[in-house]
């Protein structure tokens, strides 16, 4: 009898060592994307986008210049698709995205307009 409690008692030891090991043998570090990091140029606010909008030709932002915003109307709804509404202390803005998703109202975002187009679309 005692043989058989003691072979019982082996073979459970041995599985919670072996269990132990496997858990602790993975891998806990996970690999970080690579940050990039954004120009920080000239900043201008939306009063500063508006008074270069001519209604007769495109203008073109060259080099960093950055609108610092919030978000004020999102895609969440459904009303909106790949569009948003952006204002600072100065005003509001009407934004097409190239992509749909990932900002929401209240976000606190920083838009680089380098190659930017402002036109009537």
């Known amino acids: 009898?005692?043989?058989?409690?003691?072979?019982?008692?082996f073979i459970l030891s041995s599985l919670l060592l072996l269990?132990?090991?496997?858990?602790?043998?993975?891998?806990?570090e996970f690999d970080l994307p690579p940050l990039?990091?954004?120009?920080d140029g000239t900043r201008i606010?939306?009063?500063g986008i508006q008074s270069r909008y001519n209604s007769n030709s495109v203008y073109r932002f060259?080099?960093?210049t950055n609108l610092y915003c919030v978000v004020?109307?999102?895609?969440?709804?459904?009303?909106?698709?790949?569009?948003i509404y952006v204002k600072d202390h100065s005003g509001g803005l009407?934004?097409?995205?190239?992509?749909?998703?990932?900002?929401?109202i209240g976000d606190s975002i920083r838009?680089?307009?380098?190659g930017i187009i402002l036109n009537n679309y």
Do not use: W
Request: glycine share 8%; aromatic share 8%; charged share 20%.
């Open 1 to 9: 009898m005692a043989v058989i409690t003691l072979n019982k008692y």
């Open 19 to 28: 269990l132990t090991l496997v858990f602790n043998a993975c891998k806990k």
């Open 36 to 39: 990039r990091q954004a120009n």
């Open 45 to 47: 606010n939306i009063a």
């Open 62 to 64: 060259r080099g960093d």
């Open 72 to 83: 004020t109307a999102d895609e969440v709804s459904g009303n909106l698709y790949k569009d």
């Open 94 to 104: 009407h934004i097409k995205l190239v992509a749909p998703g990932g900002l929401f």
């Open 111 to 114: 838009i680089n307009l380098n």
